[in-house]
């Protein structure tokens, strides 16, 4: 995986808010319809059931590791979001719930939970969190969310597969006639394909405005049950419309973006046939591919809509509800830290230089970097695996090595700083190759990665182990615009104009 200067170009969609909003289908069941006489934890089953999407919640982290810019450690806080959330899942008694909290190197608002039970927070939330209780109340949404199994919907899973299929499309036909495609093509595409990863399954689910409603009801049940105030659930609802407001023009910026990366009327696919037809198919694709993520986040409540809708549940089953203190003083010997300050300031930072690195401006994005370095920033993923990839496009290969070393060093190391390294040890080494494989398995096997592992298996002659991962690679993500390969490969795959209408049209 040679990383060049488009690598920098998926971390601004994913900063611009693929955390903080809904990109997937908004029409899917909730199972078991529930009476609204009586308070959601009343009515559901006490006995959890391990949703569909699961791969449990070890590989589940892991897989988040590689996602975006990673996770962040910082043991203190979550040793303490940790502990909130026992108290929840006691007070739900409810057995068997799995799952831990992280925090996801990001700076927008909100927090989602994985088929696994795992909540990710975006680190930003540190900042905007006053209390305990507006904490618990983020992990009781999420929380919620687990409990109901929202991530099993069928249609949640169809439309995942829908928006990729569409980026599949693109990556066979932007080859055109001569069967080549653009070094900066491929990087274009790999970034899309991370950046649909992560805003559309594996951290951010787009849940229904049914399901949303009742994660913001159970959420309240759950966090009276626990002995919080449930007023912190409205107080994080008052937060999310503000950030909603602030950030739409930032939305409508990250749509754009997302038309840019589809390439809608984009002249280099006017000179063949079949780029043509793809073209034309895209300047259509306003119901389809170029704004099929912005047409979903229509169909999604404002936070507006869900304090009015959770008013009158609470107005209804909790009108004696008691208002205990709110607690500060824990949250914010945490949220105001030294520690807490200092990795914040360091993650902008990053994202700063980022964006200056996609801009072409070396120099000021090497300035930045360098200033993101502080003892609480020097092994997080989020720096590391940033400044190696500055480095690499620079050509630095000594200064590459240092940030690996210290990446690799790092609590949450992504699977990317691995492939790096396997790279730079020998590709056609079987022993690193091996070794490669086995961390790919620890990892979760992320489907963006299995090229990267299927490549390095074939020039090390590992053939059984190679012909493994394309035929478990194609049995599971075809269709679905995660490359199996090489290009001869990857060319059987069946990602024709047929294919993707019908998908459309499911």
Known sequence: MNLRLPAFCATAILLAGCVGSATQSVRSFIPG?????????????????VGMLAIGPEADRYRNQSMGLGLVSHPEAERYI????????????ISGLPGQ???????????????????????AM???????????????????????NHNSSDLFVQAQKKALVGASLLANYKRGDSGITRASDEKLIENTFAALMVSDGFINPGWTRRQELEADRLGFDLLIAAG???????????????????N???????????????????????????GELLGGLLDKSAT???????RLNQNHDGAEKRYDSLLSYVDMHYPDAPTPALETRNWQAISKSQKTRQIWEGLTTVVEARE????????????????????????????????????????????????????????????ALHVEQALQKGAADPATTRHLISTFDQYGRPPNFYQHVITMADASELNADALTLFAECTAKYLGEGVSCGDREAAAKSDFSYDSLMQQFKQ
């Open 33 to 49: 319809q529930l009476a609204a006489d009586q308070p959601v934890l009343a009515q559901i089953n006490k006995d959890y059931s």
């Open 82 to 93: 940790n502990q909130q959330l026992e108290r929840l899942k006691q007070a739900s008694g």
């Open 101 to 123: 909290a992280y925090l996801f190197a990001d700076t927008v608002f909100g927090g989602k939970a994985s088929p696994d039970g795992n909540i990710y927070i975006p680190y």
């Open 126 to 148: 540190l900042q905007d969190l006053e209390s305990t209780d507006e904490l618990a109340a983020l992990l009781a949404h999420e929380l919620a969310h687990t409990i109901r």
């Open 228 to 246: 919080y105030n449930g007023d912190a659930m409205f107080a994080l609802l008052d937060k999310m419309a503000i950030w909603e407001e602030r």
């Open 248 to 274: 739409a023009t930032a939305q409508s910026q990250r749509n754009a973006l997302i038309d840019q990366l589809f390439m809608v009327n984009d002249p280099e696919l006017k000179k063949n046939a079949t």
């Open 288 to 294: 389809t591919v170029g704004s099929f993520v912005n």
């Open 356 to 415: 200056a690195a996609s801009a072409g401006k070396l120099a000021e994005a090497e300035k930045l970097m360098r200033a993101a370095v502080n003892p609480h920033t020097n092994q997080q993923n989020f720096l590391r695996q940033s400044f190696y990839e500055l480095r690499a496009v620079q050509g630095q290969k000594s200064s590459m090595q240092q940030n690996l070393a210290l990446g690799l060093n790092g609590t949450y190391p992504s699977l």
